[in-house]
Every structure is written in C-alpha cells, then in structure tokens.
C-alpha cells in the first residue's frame, strides 16, 4: 500500500483524469513535496482505488484503470451519544481505522453537548474530514458516512431492516453468548458517560437491540465505542479468525 494516498470523490475523476482542488494540490505539493510524475493511489470514497501520476502544473492526476476493493463481510454501524471536547473526534478516527461504515452521533438525555442544527451540521463537517483522513492513512478505498447529530429514535429508525443492533450497557449479556444476529449488517449503539435512561434502553430494545456488555470494566464512552466496533469485526466482519482450510 502506498504511503502516498490521496481521497478524490467521483464528481472528481473523469476521462481518466483527476481534477485536484486548493487542498489536494497543497497537500500533494507542500506537504509531501512531490514533483510531477510522481506515482501516488487516488481512492473514490466509494471502494475504488486508481494508480495515478501526478501531471505537470498541479492541477490534475493521470489514472490507471480503477480496482474496486472486495465489500466487507458485514456493515457495522456505530451510533453513539454526543459527548463533550475531542471524545467524538477520536471515535470517529478509530472507527473509520477499524471498518465503519456509518458513524451516527445522538443526543442523549445525558449528554452533557448540545448542539443546535447548524452547530451539529457544521461539527458533522468536522467529523467527516476526520473519517476521510482516517480512511486515508488505514488504507481504506471507502469513506464511512458520518450523519448530522440527531435523536435516538432518529438514529435508531436509520438502521436498514435485518441489521443486528446491540446496545451496549451494564448488566448486559458477554457478546460471546449472544446469538448471531441475521443478515449482513450489525450496529453498536453507545450511550454518554452517565449512561442510557431506562427509557431510552426501552427505545432501544423497542427498535430490536439487545442489550450486551463490554465487560467488568468502566469505560469511557470514546473507549466504548472503540471497543464495540472491534468486536463487532472481531465477531462478524474482517477481524475474523479464519477458519481451518481457509474456509469461514
């Protein structure tokens, strides 16, 4: 994998060609330093990935044909509460580092932040540049989509039907022994430090989550959702031990 990756969306790349803005050209040009002709790999955001040259002038890159990355074995969701200073900033990084695909920030009863709509969608710009820098360096071809900040109910009436939604809170079951849920698609819901009220763990078993555990310990709510969205790979997606034979 190159070192030297650079996220161009498809409105972006046409005729073999990717058109570069202020930023790509500054990155490409004062920050690495590159020269023209330099080879780099240029990802859509979507799952495709180009080897490209850098042409002369800086304004444009030359394509090769795009590889389309293989899908993950499952969809993990993460939706978890507001929290305050660069908790949500580090949840997001990591959870684009360890697979997301769908990072969704909610307004808890106890969320210490609350965010009026233009203050939450210009935080949710934020966050994105994060999971697209974050994609970047892990050597995604996709970038996981981070949604404005909204309600619980908003954000748990998202979920796709068939996904397997667990909210994870104390008292809950060790995921080990909860059974696989059906389909391909499995979400994490994270409360704020103070936890989820009863009515919202209601909300969410309402939407069909089970309540599970992440152990004996007290975690921070960033640490939580780290957590949770690698087990989810551990237990569905690609963090998966292979089975003997090479066979799942």
Same mark, same amino acid.
């Not at 939706?79 to 580090?90: F, I, S, T, W």
């Given at each position: 994998?190159?070192?030297?990756?650079?996220?161009?969306?498809?409105?972006?790349?046409?005729?073999?060609?990717?058109?570069?803005?202020?930023?790509?050209?500054?990155?490409?040009?004062?920050?690495?330093?590159?020269?023209?002709?330099?080879?780099?790999?240029?990802?859509?955001?979507?799952?495709?990935?180009?080897?490209?040259?850098?042409?002369?002038?800086?304004?444009?890159?030359? /394509? *090769?044909?795009? %590889?389309?990355? !293989?899908?993950?074995?499952?969809?993990?969701?993460?939706? #978890?509460?507001? +929290?305050? $200073? @660069?908790?949500?900033?580090?949840?997001?990084?990591?959870?684009?580092? /360890? *697979?997301?695909? %769908?990072?969704? !920030?909610?307004?808890?009863?106890?969320?210490?932040?609350? #965010?009026?709509? +233009?203050? $939450? @969608?210009?935080?949710?710009?934020?966050?994105?540049?994060?999971?697209?820098?974050?994609?970047?360096?892990?050597?995604?071809?996709?970038?996981?989509?981070?949604?404005?900040?909204?309600?619980?109910?908003?954000?748990?009436?998202?979920?796709?039907?068939?996904?397997?939604?667990?909210?994870?809170?104390?008292?809950?079951?060790?995921?080990?022994?909860?059974?696989?849920?059906?389909?391909?698609?499995?979400?994490?819901?994270?409360?704020?430090?103070?936890?989820?009220?009863?009515?919202?763990?209601?909300?969410?078993?309402?939407?069909?989550?089970?309540?599970?555990?992440?152990?004996?310990?007290?975690?921070?709510?960033?640490?939580?959702?780290?957590?949770?969205?690698?087990?989810?790979?551990?237990?569905?997606?690609?963090?998966?031990?292979?089975?003997?034979?090479?066979?799942?």
């Amino acid at each position: 994998m190159s070192a030297r990756r650079l996220h161009l969306p498809p409105a972006r790349i046409a005729g073999g060609r990717g058109l570069l803005g202020e930023e790509a050209r500054h990155y490409l040009r004062d920050v690495l330093r590159l020269p023209a002709g330099a080879a780099l790999e240029v990802f859509d955001g979507e799952g495709g990935a180009y080897a490209a040259e850098l042409l002369p002038g800086f304004e444009a890159v030359a /394509l *090769g044909p795009r %590889r389309e990355d !293989p899908p993950a074995p499952a969809a993990i969701w993460l939706l #978890l509460a507001l +929290a305050r $200073g @660069e908790k949500l900033d580090l949840a997001v990084q990591k959870a684009t580092e /360890l *697979g997301a695909v %769908r990072i969704a !920030p909610f307004s808890a009863e106890r969320s210490v932040v609350r #965010l009026e709509p +233009a203050k $939450g @969608e210009e935080r949710a710009r934020r966050w994105r540049r994060i999971a697209e820098e974050a994609a970047r360096q892990c050597g995604r071809s996709d970038v996981p989509e981070v949604a404005a900040p909204a309600t619980l109910e908003d954000a748990l009436g998202s979920l796709p039907p068939g996904f397997g939604a667990l909210v994870f809170h104390p008292g809950g079951a060790p995921l080990s022994e909860l059974p696989a849920a059906p389909g391909r698609g499995h979400a994490a819901v994270i409360g704020p430090e103070g936890g989820l009220t009863d009515a919202e763990l209601l909300a969410c078993e309402r939407a069909g989550a089970r309540r599970a555990s992440l152990g004996p310990r007290v975690l921070r709510a960033e640490t939580a959702a780290i957590v949770a969205v690698a087990l989810l790979q551990a237990r569905f997606g690609d963090l998966r031990e292979p089975a003997p034979g090479g066979r799942e």
